[in-house]
């Protein structure tokens, strides 16, 4: 009797002890992991100093890479490292957000792989060799005392001759768009030792001596940029590579880079099929509106000609130049107010969004953006910085508010603000992932503030029409038909300049007459293709996945669907690729 309960009691603990190894071995999964991706940022960090300070990590700062084979070495090692150490990991076995960034660190460490082994842009892309722009984020922004900067600022220059030295030892072949523009923009860089450089030294603290030994570097460093662009204008190249990246090399950037569910050619012909659907659309509009806005003439009968004279017609709808910022700023509480008004996501009140004007450093970029502080930086604030156009001559000026007119700039509105960027960004840093602020995922977060533009015109959002409105007017349509055109036709345009060889000249008949662009808007968009791959994909691609997904669920759930919690559930996850995303949300659907 005795001994049957002694037996009994033994089991009960050894049973009582089993789940709690058992949990705790649950548990160790996820805090393994995230020891491991702490300890791994910081590893990140020693091998890529440049890039941690540019996320105000600012331990490297004296430290620049010279770009050998050594350290390419390194970068490798550092790759091979984390890859290896992630298989000691069962995915399943780790918490939804783990999971994710588990996926972001091996696309991170594969993908930097196969920039060095495969892409070699190294080798071809002159304008990957700029220090410029990271000695200027030492001067212009005060995260430390100026004369501790300076002192960073200094040791750090002293790698500079080297530094291009390399460059020039890693070049061959390179293709002669990449030329020009590394010659152009080192060139330009140079004020930062010759303008900004002097500037800061004067609100300095240092001794006169310490100054002095700052300016002599200086001059050799400018000495070594001017080296350097010079060999540029003299090299012979014979076989210069073409900037066109190829099919091969672009399906694995675009893999890498985007990280969608689709592959490239796929979301070229998806956006071939958008651009026909928005056609048809913008014409049934513009046949529509016709009679309004030229009662009896005629309506040209080619259907592009057709509509580019209703957009123009409406483009000429817009502020004036000095109350640009103003009318910005009173849409912000009206696209508030009408979200809460049809439950399309709930609005964190306690983080309103600040509305500033454009600071100094920024200006000369009319329009708006979102600024956010960095991963490191815990106590910064987040900004709706608003341009100025004052200054403007009156040309330049009315030109851009025809392109940013009274439609589009709501649709600007809805896309950088609310429910755009800025509450993608209040959502994502809720469950504060160092790897997704980091690493997180471009075609998510632009698809996100794409996706909503369309959301909130589909419920009703027109800002004539005040925070009840059920219906966007045509106007609204059509002008929002031609912001959607842009993305898409940027897809169509990187796929087709990279894989299939498309002339400048079928590439303007793309974006002028097809997509109703300015020239020099086009012209612009021209020299961006021919220096950038895949860049241009993401908005599209996030904007059709994150779309799909959504009316996936709609037919999967039937009547339980709802828009609300789809897009609360949908940012929970942070800025993660909207693939993953997806087998998330798909699997706890059911
Ligand atoms: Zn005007
Ligand atoms: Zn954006």
Redo the contacts with the bound molecule.
């Keep these: 009797m005795k001994r049957n309960s002694i037996i009994f009691l033994a089991l009960i603990l050894l049973s009582y002890m089993n789940t709690a190894i058992a949990k705790t071995t649950g548990a160790s999964d996820d805090a393994r992991f995230n020891a491991f991706k702490e300890r791994w940022a910081l590893d990140l960090w020693a091998v890529y100093p440049g890039w941690a300070s540019s996320v105000g990590y600012h331990k490297y700062d004296s430290k620049l890479v010279i770009p050998d084979d050594k350290s390419r070495a390194r970068e490798l090692a550092f790759c091979k490292t984390g890859l290896d150490s992630l298989k000691k990991f069962t995915i399943s076995a780790l918490s939804d957000a783990n999971k994710t960034d588990y996926h972001l660190i091996e696309n991170q460490l594969k993908s930097a792989e196969w920039g060095i082994q495969q892409q070699k842009a190294y080798q071809w892309d002159p304008s990957g060799y700029n220090v410029c722009s990271s000695f200027a984020d030492m001067l212009g922004n005060d995260y430390a005392p100026v004369d501790e900067r300076l002192r960073n600022f200094y040791i750090r220059m002293d790698a500079i001759p080297a530094y291009y030295k390399a460059a020039a030892s890693n070049i061959k072949d390179p293709t002669a768009e990449h030329t020009a523009l590394a010659i152009e923009q080192n060139l330009g860089g140079i004020s930062v030792f010759e303008q900004d450089l002097p500037e800061a030294l004067g609100k300095c603290h240092l001794d006169k001596a310490e100054q002095d030994a700052i300016t002599a570097r200086a001059k050799v460093a400018v000495a070594a940029i001017k080296a350097y662009t010079e060999w540029l204008k003299g090299l012979k190249n014979d076989h210069p590579r073409s900037f066109r990246l190829g099919k091969e090399l672009y399906d694995a950037k675009f893999a890498y880079d985007i990280q969608s569910g689709y592959t490239a050619e796929e979301i070229y012909h998806k956006a071939l099929q958008h651009k026909d659907d928005l056609h048809k659309q913008m014409y049934e509009i513009t046949t529509q509106l016709w009679p309004k806005y030229f009662s009896a003439a005629p309506m040209p009968t080619d259907h592009l000609t057709a509509i580019r004279q209703m957009i123009d017609t409406l483009s000429r709808k817009h502020v004036e130049a000095d109350s640009f910022q103003a009318a910005i700023s009173a849409q912000i509480p009206v696209l508030e107010a009408f979200i809460k008004n049809k439950d399309l996501i709930y609005i964190d009140p306690s983080k309103p969004l600040v509305v500033r004007k454009e600071p100094a450093y920024m200006a000369g970029v009319a329009g708006a953006s979102i600024t956010s502080p960095g991963p490191y930086d815990k106590n910064g604030n987040t900004y709706y910085n608003v341009g100025s156009l004052s200054g403007w001559d009156k040309q330049k000026a009315e030109s851009y508010l025809r392109e940013y007119n009274h439609y589009i700039l709501q649709i600007l509105n809805i896309?950088?603000a609310i429910p755009?960027?800025y509450t993608q960004l209040v959502y994502a840093n809720r469950s504060p992932s160092i790897i997704k602020a980091i690493l997180g995922n471009n075609a998510m977060?632009?698809g996100w503030?794409?996706y909503t533009e369309r959301m909130m015109l589909e419920n009703g959002y027109d800002g004539d029409q005040g925070i009840n409105s059920t219906h966007a007017s045509p106007e609204m349509w059509l002008m929002y038909y031609k912001w959607n055109l842009r993305s898409t036709c940027n897809t169509i345009l990187d796929y087709s300049v990279h894989t299939k060889n498309m002339s400048k000249e079928d590439a303007m008949d793309l974006l002028v007459r097809q997509a109703f662009q300015q020239q020099a808007e086009a012209e612009g968009k021209w020299k961006r293709v021919s220096v950038t791959q895949v860049q241009l994909d993401c908005?599209f691609t996030g904007y059709t996945e994150i779309y799909d997904l959504r009316q996936q669920l709609k037919v999967k759930m039937g009547s339980s669907f709802n828009l609300k919690q789809f897009h609360e559930k949908f940012l929970s996850y942070g800025s993660a690729p909207v693939k993953y995303i997806k087998e998330l949300m798909l699997s706890d659907s059911k």
Excluded: D, P, Q, R
């Design positions: 896309h950088e755009g960027h977060i632009e503030a794409v908005y």
